[in-house]
């Protein structure tokens, strides 16, 4: 009904509504971090969430996003990216609602992981969608208007999830998915032509799937119970045991079967290598940054969920005009100076960042919030022109799943991480402030630390909130280390100058060798006019 009320559109007009349709769906996966971040103690709270499933609320929807985002890309290649993209849109919409609806912290961590299937199948579809409409000369253009509409939600999302978690309930941010969820699906099916690989062969890759999950799960479950369960216990060890050999059985599949899931000959790209390491690095340092300090300003400095929100405005806003300008300036000069110099800024501000007291003055933070704006808008648009630029547009669900995974297993890393470390370091500092306390007690402080302190009386309470901040400030350092790091790989790794002609020559040589084996296989000429339609852009 929608397509037939609304006016037919031309092919040049056509890129820009499609671009404005993934936007408004990435809009809405956007907006769900964020606004969970800010409902985290509000959860807390009224489930009676421990400090390791309330990892949970963010680690499920991180995990199964992060191990499904290359399967969902690559589905979209084989079946269609717009159709794939449809089914995630409602995947999403669906387990929002069970998730305002859940009564135990079970049922919402399980509604967290289901928003994951759903955004692990929409967040590649959206870049590869772009990336078919939009030739090589205008797609960091395009990716920064993408970027920025992402940052548009992160800025937005502090503020309206406080805002429904202080008047509503922290159940309201999730029901608010359902409508943009139909109405992402109306102006898709508008607005966007659908586009598939010509040269993907049409069947799936179940045993790259069944070991790349079984690997990152047992991976990150470890890193989350590693402090729960004792680093050296016999659960912790076949964990990462079962890791290392499911993902190691990845990786021989994926030489082996017919059609992988994951084709490592992307890697063989320096440009693509280098923004997967940096995708996975800056989300590591933001995600983290961000569980810790939502924790901090409202069990610490006893902020309300909306004071809270408003106070993380510097750093999205900044990022809504920074990554539109990072895109453009992608265009011109190449992404590899502008993502060092973001990583530099971003470093910068966790550095600035790891001296929080109870007293810290905003001032402080609005500094260092302002600068990891500009860091992350400089970073993220340039990261994602550099890696598609990178492949051929053919191949863009997959490649787009991949740079997505990078991120998603960043940030999962990061929370789980650097939770782990605050648990550890947290341990340490109480056992010296309380010499005498029991190790029962200390274990039940231990759980504790993400409250800050806050509603635990006398010494104890003291001693937590010094324990917390030590072991937050301790843990900002690494980060700001590693995001310094990240720096010297884009530099070493991203091409040096915008490669539009090394994208022309690639092509060439790639349509090429993908010509004689469609030959082989029997599918020319008609694979060879399929094959060519995509490479004209």
Not at 151 to 172: D, K
Not at 361 to 380: C, E, H, K, Q, R
Request: aromatic residues 8%.
């Amino acid at each position: 009904m929608l397509a037939i009320s609304l006016p037919d559109i031309d092919d040049a007009d056509r890129r820009w509504w499609t671009l404005g349709a993934m936007c408004f769906a990435l809009f809405m996966v956007m907006l769900d971090n964020t606004v969970v971040n800010v409902a985290l103690p509000s959860i807390q709270r009224d489930l009676g969430v421990s400090t390791a499933n309330l990892e949970w609320t963010i680690n499920a929807y991180t995990l199964t996003f992060a191990v499904l985002l290359v399967t969902g890309g690559r589905m979209g290649d084989i079946f269609g990216r717009r159709r794939w993209f449809l089914v995630g849109v409602a995947i999403f919409g669906a387990s929002s609602l069970f998730i305002a609806f859940s009564q135990t912290d079970v049922w919402l961590i399980a509604g967290r992981a289901a928003q994951g299937v759903g955004a692990a199948f929409m967040m590649p579809a959206t870049l590869s969608i772009i990336t078919n409409a939009f030739p090589p000369e205008e797609r960091g253009k395009a990716i920064g208007t993408w970027a920025g509409m992402s940052a548009v939600a992160l800025a937005i999302g502090p503020v309206v999830g406080g805002f429904l978690v202080e008047n509503v309930s922290w159940q309201s941010i999730f029901l608010i998915n359902v409508p943009i969820a139909v109405i992402a699906v109306a102006v898709t099916l508008w607005a966007t032509h659908e586009s598939r690989d010509p040269t993907a062969a049409r069947s799936v890759d179940v045993s790259g799937v069944a070991a790349l999950s079984v690997g990152m799960g047992a991976l990150v479950l470890g890193l989350v119970e590693g402090n729960a369960w004792g680093w050296g216990s016999a659960r912790i060890i076949a964990l990462f045991a079962i890791a290392l050999v499911a993902l190691g059985g990845f990786f021989v599949i994926e030489h082996h079967v017919r059609a992988p899931m994951l084709d490592f000959s992307y890697f063989r790209s320096r440009s693509f290598l280098g923004a997967n390491v940096v995708a996975f690095i800056v989300s590591f340092a933001m995600l983290s940054m961000f569980f810790f300090l939502a924790l901090y300003m409202q069990n610490v400095r006893g902020y309300s969920p909306l004071e809270a929100g408003v106070r993380f405005l510097p750093s999205t806003v900044v990022i809504i005009f920074m990554g539109p300008i990072a895109g453009r300036l992608a265009d011109k000069v190449g992404p590899r100076p502008l993502m060092s110099l973001g990583l530099v800024i971003v470093s910068i501000s966790l550095f600035a960042q790891s001296f929080l007291t109870p007293d810290t003055p905003y001032s402080t933070l609005a500094a260092a919030f302002v600068l990891m704006g500009m860091g992350m808008g400089l970073v993220m648009s340039p990261m994602s022109t550099a890696a598609m630029n990178a492949v051929d547009q053919t191949k863009a669900g997959a490649a787009s799943g991949v740079l997505s995974m990078s991120r998603m297993v960043g940030g999962t890393f990061g929370v789980a991480v650097t939770g782990a470390l605050v648990q550890t370091l947290g341990r340490t500092k109480l056992t010296e402030l309380l010499p005498g306390a029991a190790t029962s007690q200390v274990d039940k402080l231990v759980d504790a630390l993400a409250g800050g302190g806050s509603g635990i009386p006398g010494a104890a309470g003291a001693a937590v909130q010094t324990a917390f901040l030590d072991a937050v400030n301790t843990s900002m350092k690494i980060s700001a280390g590693i995001a310094l790091l990240g720096a010297l790989v884009a530099w070493l790794l991203i091409e040096k100058i915008p490669p539009r002609e090394q994208v022309r020559e690639s092509r060439e040589e790639r349509f090429e060798h993908d010509l004689v084996e469609a030959g082989d296989a029997g599918g020319a000429p008609q694979g060879e006019a399929a094959l060519r339609e995509p490479a004209r852009a």
